[in-house]
């Protein structure tokens, strides 16, 4: 029963966004080809990890890799994917994230995920996380994440 409602929820988070946008989001970071929209952060209250979720694009004609992650709120920053596998759910690194030519790649709850681990603190909701993303060839694009209440998925 959750898959169906996460996509309707998605299209509505979505569609909040866009009317909100010229004033409560900042504006879309990049580097050269790679575009982040609808970045946002999920905590879980007393833990000191958290997952961050957004939207990769890519406008150019050349495939952009994501090979790792920073931020100055966690000790320790991946990617990570879930998985079901038997009735459980598994996560496992992705070392190389690839954003096609022309495509877009979603981090999403259930899929895949910038884990945070290490917190300096639980961020409040409403709070901004700083996430730094590592490109192949040298470039960086730096996001702004914006910590959403619990229920927000
Ligand atoms: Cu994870």
């Not at 580097?31 to 997952?51: H, K, M, S, Y």
């Amino acid at each position: 029963m959750k898959p169906p409602l996460r996509l309707c929820a998605g299209l509505i988070l979505l569609g909040a966004f866009a009317a909100a946008a010229p004033a409560a989001t900042p504006a879309p970071a990049s580097a050269g080809a790679l575009t982040v929209e609808n970045a946002w952060v999920r905590i879980t209250p007393g833990a000191d990890v958290a997952a961050a979720y957004m939207t990769l694009y890519n406008r150019s004609a050349r495939p952009v890799v994501v090979i790792g992650v920073q931020s100055a709120l966690a000790g320790h920053a991946m990617i990570h994917e879930s998985k079901l596998e038997g009735g459980q759910s598994t996560m496992r690194p992705v070392e190389r994230l690839v954003v096609p030519a022309g495509g877009s790649v979603k981090l999403a709850p259930g899929g895949l995920h910038v884990m945070l681990h290490m917190l300096a603190h639980t961020p409040a909701v409403g709070e901004q996380v700083p996430l730094v993303l590592q490109l192949e060839g040298g470039a960086t694009v730096s996001v702004s994440a914006r910590v959403r209440p619990l229920a927000a998925d």
